[in-house]
């Protein structure tokens, strides 16, 4: 993606106080982080990014960087407090400057870290709060996400069939051409609805079903070219459905590319872990 190009020429135009065309830098990485959630790069932009708006008394653009910085610690290793520290000043600003969609995203953030935290029932009363916000400015993509983290702190609670139950509702409304959803954005959390089902068809014991279904989602995350935590977690579940079912060459496929989507993320223990049940399957 050239990050050494456009990177040097944001610090440049920071450096210089061209604050526009700093926040313009950061704001076109927005969507495209999400494809490339384990960068190293992505603190220094949206923290310049914060400074930037700052500097222009852009409230509502502050609030903004500060909530895409809430969603950077909320990825792994994930980081409450910092998640806490950036919606506490995000919803603040977003509040004076009468932004609603920014004060519903620093709900949603303090969602992810109340769920990091296994306050699930107060995660879910923060993210219904962020949903109904993003419903009153017909918001549909980010209502959604919203739909999508309660689905997990279901989960994440031990409540696999009422996750499932939701997870299936969404990727419905991810497949329908009607939702009112934008078509791109739709077909970005396709795959991870997906692997989503097939986590909770895990858990309930549904293993052929399992098998299928992440292996859908992993697939389109190939053709994507989506490589990070989630990914390599479905490709370690998916690896340990397939052992159990006796695929031996296939979970040892798996177990192999999930080690190399740890460690292209930096999780050695995880990698390493893969590894060894790659070899336990040979």
């Known amino acids: 993606m050239n990050v050494d190009n456009w990177l040097t020429a944001m610090q440049a135009a920071a450096a210089d106080g061209r604050h526009s065309l700093v926040l313009d830098c950061a704001e076109s990485m927005h969507w495209f982080s999400d494809l490339w959630v384990h960068s190293p790069h992505w603190h220094e932009v949206f923290t310049r990014g914060a400074e930037a ?8 653009q502050q609030a903004t960087q500060l909530n895409y910085l809430a969603w950077l610690h909320s990825v792994p290793p994930s980081d409450p407090e910092a998640i806490l520290r950036c919606t506490s000043q995000a919803l603040e ?3 004076r400057a009468g932004a609603t969609a920014q004060i519903a995203w620093a709900h949603e953030y303090t969602a992810s870290a109340l769920r990091l935290r ?4 107060e995660a879910v009363t923060a993210s219904s709060r962020a ?3 993003f419903k009153t400015i017909e918001d549909i993509d980010s209502h959604v996400q919203c739909r999508a983290h309660i689905a997990h702190c279901l989960f994440d609670e031990g409540r696999h069939t009422d996750a499932l139950e939701q997870y299936l509702a ?8 009607e939702s009112g959803m934008t078509p791109s954005v739709a077909s970005r959390s396709r795959p991870f609805a997906l692997i989503r089902i097939g986590h909770c068809l895990e858990r309930l014991g549904r293993r052929t079903e399992a098998i299928t279904t992440l292996s859908e989602g992993i697939d389109a995350l190939d ?6 935590f989630r990914q390599a977690g479905a490709l370690e579940s998916l690896a340990a459905l397939l052992a159990g079912e006796g695929r031996t060459d296939e979970s040892r ?21 893969c590894h060894a ?3 336990v399957t040979s």
Request: aromatic fraction near 6%; proline fraction near 0%.
């Open 253 to 273: 496929h798996a177990y192999a590319r999930a080690a190399q989507v740890f460690e292209a993320i930096g999780d050695t223990g995880a990698r390493s872990r």
């Open 118 to 121: 296994d306050r699930f029932a």
């Open 223 to 228: 053709e994507l070219k989506v490589s990070d």
């Open 53 to 60: 708006a700052g500097a222009l008394g852009d409230l509502a």
């Open 93 to 95: 600003l977003a509040t």
């Open 131 to 133: 949903a109904e916000l």
């Open 170 to 177: 969404l990727l419905a409304l991810l497949e329908d051409t």
């Open 277 to 279: 049940l790659a070899a």
